[in-house]
């Protein structure tokens, strides 16, 4: 196909308050746009939160984490998100909107040492709806369209505990129940009507397991300094299913139709996944931190329609590399000031691709954010959080549409003092 991405007429009507949580062409690669699985906390420092450990927030992506817990709280957290993206390819441009529930999640303190989490969060999304139109060559009238549309996504349900064995050192593990499905489609039809109209219908449903395994090591460095070396592990596998192709080909005169099935079980899989990160805590004042993240998508084939038929193909997915930096700094998180409560977050990363398009690499990341967490004060709490950050990210690739995404995620935090013993005197 030439200029796959040429003459973008129609990706999704101006307005749309999309389920998927994307509308991006890119997302009909892989298992579709990945998302970074962070809370509103680390949403507001760009998803930094390997050596992250709050007494007062859900830290999902780390769980030895949750042996920090408070002992007298129940923590509840919910987050959505709003977003506009620009498209640009050469001189057209593009914007479009969306809207989503992005996770829920929970943590208490069980034992001492020991904390637990449950929750639900995205993995990935699918979203896309556009076409493309051309001339089937220069000395034909003829012209053909191409329509892409595509909708899904992945899940995890999880359920984790954290422990700390001794002072220094927490260790945990999450295990969920991962699931999803998505829908693709690609339809050429042309303006002879004696010319098959071809389309070709992507499926699958997935559902398997995850395991999450963290470790976190604090270490002292004097007054009120300390630093975490946070570490996690993820194996990779396949997520069970089949993916599936019918290829259609039907006469427009007449409505008859042909159809080529495919089907491949088990071609499909999430990437063993290795996390490090390092976070410096100067009492409860400042907090900065780096993560660095390595998913193994390249070391498996992916099915693709290539040659003959629907196969497994190696190369179609590639290694991703993610690094991210960001911190937050509250000045004085016990004053009887509101502002001086306040805490104020940022953070900026940057992503390799893990798709390929048309045998070239697809879209580097780069993103940035500010956020600030804002307490809740009232008659009945003081420990709850209301969490707003602005985030930036772009996905661009040589010679391919270039998504600029202004996001705001917003994320409650109820953080409530159930634990507590009452005493009468």
């Known amino acids: 196909m030439k200029n796959f991405f040429a003459l973008l007429l129609l990706l999704v009507p101006s307005c749309v308050m999309a389920q998927s949580g994307t509308n991006s062409p890119y997302s009909q690669y892989g298992l579709g746009i990945l998302n970074d699985q962070s809370t509103g906390f680390n949403r507001g420092m760009n998803g930094v939160a390997m050596g992250m ?17 408070d002992s007298l709280t129940f923590i509840f957290d919910v987050g959505a998100a709003m977003q506009v993206t620009n498209y640009k390819e050469g001189d057209r441009k593009l914007n479009a909107y969306n809207a989503n529930f992005e996770y829920a999640v929970m943590a208490f303190r069980v ?28 000395s034909s009238s003829t012209s053909y369209s191409t329509s892409y549309y595509g909708s899904g996504g992945t899940r995890i349900i999880y359920a984790g505990l954290g422990w700390k064995p001794f002072k220094p050192l927490s260790i945990g593990a999450n295990i969920g129940y991962f699931w999803g499905s998505y829908s693709r489609s690609i339809v050429n039809s042309f303006s002879e009507t004696n010319i098959n109209t071809i389309g070709r219908y992507y499926t699958a449903d997935m ?6 395994l963290g470790l976190q090591y604090t270490a002292s460095l004097g007054g009120k300094n300390s630093l975490t070396l946070g570490l ?34 088990r071609g499909l899989f999430i990437p063993t996944t290795y996390a490090a990160g390092l976070a410096w805590y100067y009492g409860k004042k400042w907090k900065v931190g780096a993560d660095y993240s390595y998913q193994k998508w390249g070391e498996k084939p992916f099915p693709d329609l290539e040659g003959s038929g629907y ?43 893990y798709i390929t398009v048309n045998g070239k690499d697809g879209p ?36 391919l549409i270039r998504e600029n995404m202004f996001r705001i995620n917003i994320g409650l935090t109820f953080n409530e003092n159930w634990f507590m013993k009452w005493k009468v005197q």
């Open 53 to 69: 450990h709050e007494s007062n927030q859900v830290n999902f992506q780390n769980p030895a984490s949750y042996a920090n817990i």
């Open 364 to 399: 580097k990341e780069l993103s940035a954010s500010l956020g600030f967490g804002l307490p809740i004060t009232n008659s009945f709490n003081n420990r709850s959080v209301f969490n707003i950050s602005f985030q930036w990210m772009q996905y661009s690739a040589d010679n």
């Open 232 to 265: 996690k592990y993820s194996p990779g596998h396949s997520i069970g299913g089949s993916a599936d192709l019918d290829e259609i080909s039907t006469n427009s005169e007449t409505s008859i139709s042909d159809t080529t099935s495919y089907s491949h079980s």
């Open 111 to 138: 034992l001492k040492n020991l904390g637990a989490s449950v929750g639900i969060m995205p993995f990935s999304n699918i979203g896309y709806n556009y076409y493309t139109t051309a001339d089937v060559s220069s």
């Open 311 to 353: 196969n497994m193909v190696e190369g179609i997915l590639k290694d991703r590399h993610k690094v991210t930096l960001g911190g937050v700094y509250t000045h004085n998180p016990v004053s009887r000031h509101y502002l001086s409560r306040v805490q104020v977050r940022a953070g900026v990363g940057y992503a390799t691709p």
């Open 207 to 212: 559902s398997s397991y995850t395991l999450d």
